[in-house]
């Protein structure tokens, strides 16, 4: 007898796949990386077989914690700042009618089929001495001599929190839609200006959403490469652009996988940590 | 208690009307109904109240100050939305002292009037509780406990009972009713059922599309409908088409006298309609060799139906079904009729109504 459609779906086969999926894809490279970062580095270039944590133990020296703050300092602020345009901007769609929302989401999700580089390299135009805001800011007599703002910190922390947004965006942007809009006209027949309104009944009502979509833009912007090199100073260099460096210049790829180990557990981390939120909350 | 007064004003979406021209004046502590099919601009006429709206044209008086210039935060008015609107991250308490903490009262007065609020909504231990522990009613009674926390010079409900079943909606307008006249408080309050208008207003408003139909004390409004639209929406009605010869009505080969006639450009042959209420129609036996007498028709009985505490016999005449009401309680008066059975109907004239159409 042939098989229904839901037959197949609760039969064994999505299963497999899955779990098949999961462990070539994922599971395998993982175990390789986590194997190389006990292996110990030969000068030259070369690696031998052995079980040494001083890869990991290399993390605790002053320069790697500083590394490790500047790239999670970093991609925090710009996942905040994310979080408050993105939130403001998805909360004025939200009140928008159908046909401005629509215009907006087009235009949000056609910024994150851009790639990488494009952004970046837009930013650099426009961060630059000659034909970006330097020029412009020059031009209206608010500097004295037209000047760049990239490489800088300041560059790269506008990048990142660009690309950040449409994520926080796509993560808001159902409950703020789903919220009745007769709880913020409630709380203004209950004395609450339209800004106390949000603050105090919006925001605590999406708060499930708004730590996932702050968790998703961290880590986004963790593993950014392209913008930290374009736009940051080697200090403003993220755990990706180090990793990078590590295994194709300085040749050490027990150290490199190390570090991508740190990347992908801190991740994986966050990712438990959003689900069990969002468990809680719903 | 303040006065409210609403003048000439008109609202539109687009290009559908949502009010034109409303007039009212609703008397210092009174209760007024807003009463109408959904889409005859009942909620809109709330909402410019509450300052959610701004109207086109025309303007909203508070004790002869317009509002116009007022956010809706600032009015002093308590409203309660038709889904409740209670905040789902807050207690019950909390919800209640919501206003209270915007207006800046200290805790201790707080917790004082959410314990007084809770007392007089009879749920004096639901304070601790969440919001989606609460039943139907209780949901209603908190959201009007947190409308009213602030002690409002006006308080407006959106369809109050319509999330309600039949029997807790009944409880819930009379509790809604005492509790408004023992605050005195200038009340406004949307409804698309009339039992509910009759039961809260001092005065309803029949509303359709966009305009007033009529404005009265309930029993005026259910005795005298002044339009055929709000005849049929008020109660139950039987409207007959007839044809109107000069000075009275036509139905069939029967004349209908008309006491009252409002309308004067009538002419001969025009049709008309005649309202009549069924608890006024009147049935007499038909098997005495009884001929009718004016306003009486021969009819025979098509259904008959008792639902305890009201029977409703419906008799067809001259192609009409003509309905009649009566409480069991008098069935010594009444005729013991079956379906078949041959009857007069008599229509009072002085309870019939014309409409011309």
Same mark, same amino acid.
């Given at each position: 007898?042939?098989?229904?459609?839901?037959?197949?779906?609760?039969?064994?086969?999505?299963?497999?796949?899955?779990?098949? @999926?999961?462990?070539?894809?994922?599971?395998? #490279?993982?175990?390789?990386?986590?194997?190389?970062?006990?292996?110990?580095?030969?000068?030259?270039?070369?690696?031998?077989?052995?079980?040494?944590?001083?890869?990991?133990?290399?993390?605790?020296?002053?320069?790697?914690? %500083?590394?490790?703050?500047?790239?999670?300092?970093?991609?925090?602020?710009? =996942?905040?700042?994310?979080?408050?345009?993105?939130?403001?901007?998805?909360?004025?769609?939200?009140?928008? *009618?159908?046909?401005?929302?629509?215009? $907006?989401?087009?235009?949000?999700?056609?910024?994150?089929?851009?790639?990488?580089?494009?952004?970046?390299? /837009? $930013?650099?135009?426009?961060?630059?001495?000659? @034909?970006?805001?330097?020029? $412009?800011?020059?031009?209206?007599?608010?500097?004295?001599? #037209?000047?760049?703002?990239? #490489?800088?910190?300041?560059?790269?922390?506008?990048?990142?929190?660009?690309?950040?947004?449409?994520?926080?965006?796509?993560?808001?942007?159902?409950?703020?839609?789903?919220?009745?809009?007769? $709880?913020?006209? =409630?709380?203004?027949?209950?004395?609450?200006?339209?800004?106390?309104?949000?603050?105090?009944?919006?925001? #605590? =009502?999406?708060?499930?959403?708004?730590?996932?979509?702050?968790?998703?833009?961290?880590?986004? =912007?963790?593993?950014?490469?392209?913008?930290?090199?374009?736009?940051?100073?080697?200090?403003?260099?993220?755990?990706?652009?180090?990793?990078?460096? %590590?295994?194709?210049? %300085?040749? *050490?790829?027990?150290? @490199?996988? @190390?570090? /991508?180990?740190?990347?992908?557990?801190?991740?994986?981390?966050?990712?438990?940590?959003?689900?069990?939120? %969002?468990?809680?909350?719903? | 208690?303040?006065?409210?007064?609403?003048?000439?004003?008109?609202?539109?979406?687009?290009?559908?009307?949502?009010?034109?021209?409303?007039?009212?004046?609703?008397?210092?502590?009174?209760?007024?109904?807003?009463?109408?099919?959904?889409?005859?601009?009942?909620?809109?006429?709330?909402?410019?109240?509450?300052?959610?709206?701004?109207?086109?044209?025309?303007?909203?008086?508070?004790?002869?100050?317009?509002?116009?210039?007022?956010?809706?935060?600032?009015?002093?008015?308590?409203?309660?939305?038709?889904?409740?609107?209670?905040?789902?991250?807050?207690?019950?308490?909390?919800?209640?002292?919501?206003?209270?903490?915007?207006?800046?009262?200290?805790?201790?007065?707080?917790?004082?009037?959410?314990?007084?609020?809770?007392?007089?909504?009879?749920?004096?231990?639901?304070?601790?509780?969440?919001?989606?522990?609460?039943?139907?009613?209780?949901?209603?009674?908190?959201?009007?406990?947190?409308?009213?926390?602030?002690?409002?010079?006006?308080?407006?409900?959106?369809?109050?009972?319509?999330?309600?079943?039949?029997?807790?909606?009944?409880?819930?307008?009379?509790?809604?009713?005492?509790?408004?006249?023992?605050?005195?408080?200038?009340?406004?309050?949307?409804?698309?059922?009339?039992?509910?208008?009759?039961?809260?207003?001092?005065?309803?408003?029949?509303?359709?599309?966009?305009?007033?139909?009529?404005?009265?004390?309930?029993?005026?409004?259910?005795?005298?409908?002044?339009?055929?639209?709000?005849?049929?929406?008020?109660?139950?009605?039987?409207?007959?088409?007839?044809?109107?010869?000069?000075?009275?009505?036509?139905?069939?080969?029967?004349?209908?006298?008309?006491?009252?006639?409002?309308?004067?450009?009538?002419?001969?042959?025009?049709?008309?309609?005649?309202?009549?209420?069924?608890?006024?129609?009147?049935?007499?036996?038909?098997?005495?060799?009884?001929?009718?007498?004016?306003?009486?028709?021969?009819?025979?009985?098509?259904?008959?139906?008792?639902?305890?505490?009201?029977?409703?016999?419906?008799?067809?005449?001259?192609?009409?079904?003509?309905?009649?009401?009566?409480?069991?309680?008098?069935?010594?008066?009444?005729?013991?009729?079956?379906?078949?059975?041959?009857?007069?109907?008599?229509?009072?004239?002085?309870?019939?109504?014309?409409?011309?159409?």
């Amino acid at each position: 007898m042939k098989k229904t459609d839901s037959e197949f779906r609760s039969g064994p086969i999505p299963g497999v796949f899955a779990t098949v @999926a999961l462990g070539l894809f994922f599971f395998v #490279p993982f175990a390789i990386m986590l194997t190389f970062s006990f292996y110990h580095k030969i000068p030259g270039g070369l690696y031998e077989p052995a079980f040494e944590v001083d890869n990991y133990l290399r993390f605790i020296s002053p320069f790697f914690t %500083q590394i490790l703050l500047i790239s999670t300092g970093l991609c925090s602020l710009a =996942s905040i700042l994310a979080l408050f345009i993105g939130f403001i901007l998805t909360y004025f769609m939200s009140r928008m *009618n159908k046909r401005g929302r629509t215009l $907006w989401l087009i235009l949000l999700v056609s910024l994150l089929s851009l790639s990488e580089v494009i952004i970046g390299f /837009s $930013w650099s135009i426009l961060f630059s001495r000659t @034909a970006g805001i330097g020029g $412009w800011m020059y031009t209206l007599g608010l500097l004295d001599a #037209p000047r760049a703002f990239a #490489p800088g910190f300041g560059a790269l922390l506008t990048a990142l929190t660009f690309i950040c947004v449409p994520f926080i965006v796509l993560v808001m942007f159902p409950p703020l839609t789903r919220l009745p809009k007769e $709880w913020v006209e =409630s709380a203004r027949m209950l004395g609450a200006t339209p800004l106390r309104a949000v603050i105090t009944v919006v925001v #605590p =009502s999406v708060r499930p959403a708004l730590i996932a979509a702050f968790i998703l833009a961290f880590i986004y =912007s963790l593993g950014s490469y392209v913008l930290p090199i374009m736009l940051g100073k080697p200090r403003h260099w993220t755990i990706s652009v180090h990793i990078t460096d %590590q295994a194709l210049y %300085q040749a *050490n790829i027990p150290f @490199a996988s @190390a570090l /991508s180990v740190f990347l992908i557990v801190t991740a994986l981390s966050l990712i438990a940590l959003i689900s069990k939120l %969002q468990n809680r909350f719903t | 208690m303040p006065r409210l007064q609403i003048e000439g004003v008109n609202k539109h979406f687009g290009s559908f009307t949502a009010l034109n021209d409303i007039w009212l004046d609703i008397p210092a502590g009174k209760l007024l109904c807003l009463l109408g099919p959904s889409g005859c601009g009942k909620t809109t006429i709330l909402r410019i109240i509450a300052g959610l709206e701004s109207p086109d044209s025309g303007k909203v008086l508070l004790d002869g100050n317009d509002l116009a210039i007022l956010p809706p935060h600032r009015r002093d008015i308590g409203m309660v939305f038709q889904s409740h609107a209670l905040f789902p991250h807050l207690s019950v308490a909390e919800n209640i002292s919501y206003g209270l903490r915007i207006t800046g009262i200290s805790k201790s007065e707080r917790l004082e009037r959410v314990d007084e609020l809770l007392e007089t909504i009879r749920l004096p231990d639901a304070g601790g509780k969440r919001i989606n522990q609460l039943s139907g009613g209780e949901l209603q009674r908190v959201s009007i406990a947190r409308a009213l926390a602030r002690q409002p010079r006006i308080f407006l409900l959106d369809e109050p009972t319509s999330a309600l079943d039949a029997n807790l909606r009944e409880t819930m307008q009379i509790e809604l009713r005492r509790l408004q006249q023992s605050l005195n408080i200038t009340t406004v309050v949307v409804t698309h059922d009339q039992s509910e208008a009759m039961t809260l207003a001092d005065l309803i408003v029949v509303m359709q599309a966009g305009t007033i139909e009529q404005i009265g004390p309930p029993m005026e409004i259910y005795e005298k409908p002044r339009t055929e639209f709000v005849a049929n929406f008020i109660g139950a009605t039987n409207m007959l088409n007839c044809l109107w010869d000069g000075n009275c009505a036509v139905l069939g080969n029967n004349k209908l006298n008309i006491k009252s006639i409002a309308d004067s450009s009538l002419t001969r042959g025009d049709p008309v309609k005649v309202s009549i209420r069924p608890e006024r129609v009147e049935l007499l036996a038909a098997n005495r060799g009884r001929k009718p007498d004016s306003n009486q028709l021969t009819g025979t009985v098509e259904f008959v139906r008792n639902i305890g505490n009201l029977v409703e016999i419906h008799t067809r005449c001259e192609n009409t079904s003509i309905a009649h009401t009566y409480s069991p309680q008098n069935l010594s008066t009444e005729l013991n009729l079956r379906e078949g059975d041959a009857v007069i109907v008599h229509l009072p004239a002085e309870h019939c109504l014309l409409y011309s159409k």
